[in-house]
DNA sequence: CAGTTTGTTGCACGCCCGTGCAAACCAGTG
DNA sequence: CACTGGTTTGCACGGGCGTGCAACAAACTG
């Protein structure tokens, strides 16, 4: 068994004839050392393969550079171009990004955090479900930051961002007016999350006010299956749906597939379609979707942003809480774009 | 500014009256306690909410429990289903993934390395790039484990697993003949990866064999526009090919999309595509596309396993390569499944 | 030249944990 | 009671690092 053998900063110490203090503050930007020792201690710290030892600097500095991204469902198009991003942005801020996967259990989340702890995150960012109470205020009483992102939860503390999900929807709601539409559908999924529900609720407000009822659908997850089910329930209905407002662009594609093979219709002449998140497949020319995108790298600059900046003395009235806005993006799936 | 305050061991130690090691061996399977301090020491924890400092562990134990996943185009469908699995199961063997992209450019992949080591990973596995000699030899003195999946490298010391991408791509080329093409091509991206390239030549090797020329056409990033784009020039030709093996499906859905709506071709009547890695868009009846499937679930758990696995004392013969087999999906772009 | 400033270096301590070792304890035996 | 074997406990050390402090050297200042 070869043990592990990393190189220490006290062998480079000894090559190099200095005190491992000298190594220490040759990799300490800011400290005090000659150019000679530096140089010396640099050409040793080469040749034997040194590399300061995040484990013990994170431990004198109270600060280990890990930032916990925690999420389910991350080979989803949508999430695993957030976490990309995320995690580029982190990298670019000097931090290393720890991936935590969760499932829809209970309390997945909670172990997820209480993994961040264990090894220290400075900050924990959560992408799908909500911690426990008492467990994200013990991060926060350990000084750890928490970001929450499309959670629309209220508790002081973590930085929350969000989109206008309602008033996004209220958008759509006019354009399938304005193109002509008025038997209206929602496709849901049964997931029931906040933003997905300000969706179904923003459309429905707006449909309402405008005078239209709205046909709400709802199963399964937000995937691509489940579009398909919401097809065959949403288009066999006596009062034919002609415009669908689906909660995802998964649940999208699902959806126009259902509708175009199995239900022979047209898009957008017989069927007005929109979706959400402007997935990659969303641009792809069988969907030619018409959807809002989410603006992650948005998303992101501003959740790395508020981990780096310091956390301000008085209890001044933070901006903790962000709602970012969704563009819609006008492709082909609704008439008259 | 809320220093971080985890609480540590001591207080536990403190609260419960008994001494900082009675603590250490509570959270410590297999070490001796006693049933009522255990309960103490377990009780004073909770209250206090003490969680283990695995940064401080890692650094006694000499592993740290991290594995490094070195990866670019995250946000790819392959590739997120390859992370996804890879994480779920590290996290079931109780490691944490660690998550670093990179890029295309020089050094990228030994950057990410030097960042694991610094991070003491006990291993990295990496995704994509190749990393420098003479790093990986470092990872390797210092005890790191790596891991290469479908980097065709040869140097010894790392696990390494791949496809056979080879004999796979001849399966599709006795595929096409079967079902009556004649003219068959490749569409390839210029990325020139091991795998992709064994591809390639498996099916022009194959084709040569069968009596038959492929026509080979290599385009940008392994991507949908490129696939597009791959259509564009292929299907422009003189000689039109009424068969075509794109060397990933993202190529084949940009592919099949060109070749329905910019030259009216009905699949697989008129052309017959094969793609590979089975993605989820593979499967979406838009596409319906037969494809090789990655047997993502074998390659993480193979990885996860032999990193589990001790180090064998002798420098015996040990199975450090792995060559899988990619399963033929049959799907509806070729006649005659 | 004495005195002061500036810059560099090494020592020693602490961060939090696991563990070898020896002391302490406890129950059982003759 | 003395003795033995086994279990539990605390002490003290080490793992690799950053940093305050004091010692020291060099460079100025008057």
Same mark, same amino acid.
């Given at each position: 068994? +070869? ?13 190099a004839? +200095?005190?491992?203090s000298?190594?220490?503050r040759?990799?300490t ?5 000659s150019?000679? *020792? ?12 040194? #590399?300061?030892? #995040?484990?013990?600097?994170g ?8 930032? @916990?991204?925690?999420?389910?469902? +991350?080979a989803?198009?949508?999430?695993s ?7 580029l942005q982190?990298q670019?801020g ?6 935590i996967?969760?499932?829809r259990?209970?309390?997945?989340v909670?172990?997820?955090l209480?993994?961040a ?9 959560? %992408?799908s479900g %909500?911690?426990?109470k008492s467990i994200a205020?013990l @991060? /926060?009483?350990?000084?750890q930051?928490l970001?929450l ?5 209220d ?5 929350r961002?969000?989109?206008?999900d #309602? ?5 759509v709601?006019?354009a399938?007016?304005?193109a ?12 029931? *999350?906040?933003? /997905? ?5 923003g ?10 009822a709205v046909t709400v ?5 937000t ?6 089910v919401?097809a065959q329930?949403?288009?066999?209905r006596?009062?034919?749906? &002609?415009? +669908?407002f @689906?909660a995802? &662009?998964?649940?999208? @594609?699902?959806f126009?597939?259902?509708?175009r093979q199995q239900f022979?219709?047209t ?5 007005c379609i929109a979706?959400?998140? &402007?997935?990659?497949q ?7 979707l018409? *959807?809002?995108?989410q603006?992650i790298?948005?998303i992101?600059?501003?959740a790395v942003e508020w ?6 003395e008085? #209890?001044?009235p933070?901006r ?5 806005k ?6 082909g ?5």
């Amino acid at each position: 068994m +070869v043990a592990k053998v990393f190189v220490s900063a006290q062998e480079v110490a000894d090559r190099a004839g +200095v005190s491992r203090s000298a190594v220490s503050r040759t990799f300490t930007p800011g400290a005090s050392v000659s150019p000679e *020792t530096r140089a010396r201690v640099m050409e040793a710290a080469d040749a034997l393969g040194y #590399h300061v030892n #995040h484990l013990a600097r994170g431990l004198m500095r109270n600060e280990s550079g890990i930032i @916990c991204l925690i999420a389910s469902d +991350v080979a989803t198009p949508y999430r695993s171009a957030l976490l990309r991003e995320l995690t580029l942005q982190l990298q670019q801020g000097g931090k290393v990004a720890m991936l935590i996967n969760t499932d829809r259990s209970d309390g997945s989340v909670d172990r997820a955090l209480r993994q961040a702890i264990r090894y220290r995150a400075d900050a924990s960012i959560i %992408l799908s479900g %909500l911690p426990d109470k008492s467990i994200a205020q013990l @991060c /926060l009483r350990s000084g750890q930051r928490l970001v929450l992102i499309n959670r629309d939860d209220d508790q002081p503390g973590p930085l929350r961002i969000n989109l206008d999900d #309602h008033e996004a929807a209220g958008r759509v709601a006019t354009a399938f007016v304005r193109a002509g539409c008025r038997r209206l559908a929602f496709a849901n999924s049964e997931a029931g *999350t906040p933003s /997905l529900m300000a969706r179904e609720e923003g459309f429905v407000a707006a449909a309402t006010a405008l005078g239209l009822a709205v046909t709400v659908e709802r199963f399964g997850w937000t995937g691509y299956e489940a579009g398909k089910v919401l097809a065959q329930r949403l288009l066999t209905r006596r009062e034919r749906p &002609d415009a +669908v407002f @689906c909660a995802t &662009d998964l649940l999208a @594609c699902g959806f126009m597939d259902a509708a175009r093979q199995q239900f022979s219709l047209t898009i957008p002449d017989q069927l007005c379609i929109a979706g959400f998140d &402007d997935i990659e497949q969303a641009s792809w020319s069988s969907y030619n979707l018409t *959807t809002f995108s989410q603006p992650i790298r948005e998303i992101a600059s501003r959740a790395v942003e508020w981990l780096g900046a310091p956390i301000p003395e008085d #209890h001044s009235p933070r901006r903790d809480s962000l709602r970012l806005k969704a563009d819609l993006v006008w492709r082909g799936s609704i008439r008259g774009g």
